[in-house]
């Protein structure tokens, strides 16, 4: 019996010609991964997912999803079994009364903050275009002015549509399935489920951004650090501080001290009023974070889709890893060991003061008073082992430091300890539990299952 006639959507087995494009589509990084599905099914419907599911049931196949390929590790790509493609359910509605947004999770975080802006909402969407919702929110979701809008983005949901192994398809909230819900926010590549559809509540729309960004060579780091602890009011819900480290631009490469690289601090005031946004960066102004900048620039905004100018995706090849952290001090180490980091395309950065309130109805179970990552970028795939260990040692070191992960920024192919640092014991126990329940015959990968 053919599981797979009549579909919405397109299928790719291996050995098709298409395949190979349609295997790389899953992955939004130039090292793609030697990791072959047997099936990769672009599904255009709930029917598509549902006989896609039935296929792998009776082929003895597992299942893994795809929304956006934008996760460090490739995570939608496995060594075998079904990779059900859901970039196509990107659908939006917006419920204006009750303030809510109900989405599949194909929508990309550009086309929605698009779509709910021009209604004076928000959402904390991530910080990079093209991601969708889909694994962004599955991984917990760190995103715009996340301390204003409810911490992490999975927080603001308030029910999703899963078809779960079986076929059967079922409502998750804090109502109903609650225990579902709980694991859908946060548990990262290797749900156990395909959802189709989130609903969530949106936020009131800042009416304008103010955002100051500071230029420094590398040695005024501690500086920056020892200033922040003054100007830096970290219960201010409507401020948010990053701190990036990168190659300077030509035209100021002479200017910068350290091997052609700098700081940027980047304070950005999420207000309601130009008096509201000035006051809350009066600090900063009257600091030497000001005083010694090599240079400054400042740049207001009525829409908060301008937070994407400038913002570039990787075109190379590319791996990363990160941290939260309580101490300020790996990120002094991390931008110490940047001086010879191997590619001048990657870079550092920190959400400095990320505040993110704890949930209880959320498996997410990792976080620290600052957000560090290192993002590397290059060419030549003969460099790529130089580049691992260029992360792998630095991290390393920085380990004793570690409050834990955030997911869907962690190469679990690579590094699969790391899913034991990504959760509290207590809430990893409940995943494999869960799993149990809703997927009892293992129908999908888990998050560390890459064969």
Known sequence: MNHLANLDGRVAKFGDAHYERQRRRGCLN????????????????????????????????????????????????????VQIDVSYLDSLNINEERCTASFGPGLTSLDFLKAIETRNFAFPVAQYPTVTMGGYLLGGGLGWNKSSWGGLACNALENATVILGDGSKVNASANENADLFWALKGSGPGFFGVITRYKARLFSKPQLIWRQTYVHSLSNLEMIVRELDTCFDEEAKQLSVQISCNSAPKGLANQTARHGKHLEVHVSAFANDWEGAEALLSPFEKSRIASLCQRSSSNKFHRLTQLYSGVETSSGRSTGDNMFTNEVEPLLILVSKFINIPSPRSKIYCSYGCRLPQIDGSCFSTAGRHYLAAYLEWDDRTEDQIHFSWLDQTFAELDTFSKGHYLNEVDLARNPERIHKSFSHEKLRKIAELREVYDPHGIFFDQIDFH
């Open 30 to 81: 130039a090292l793609v991964p030697t990791r072959y599905p047997d099936l990769i099914v672009q599904a255009q419907s709930e029917a598509d997912i549902t006989k896609a599911l039935r296929h792998a049931r009776h082929s003895n196949l597992k299942v893994t999803t795809r929304s956006g390929g934008h996760n460090t590790a490739c995570a939608a790509l496995r060594g075998s079994g």
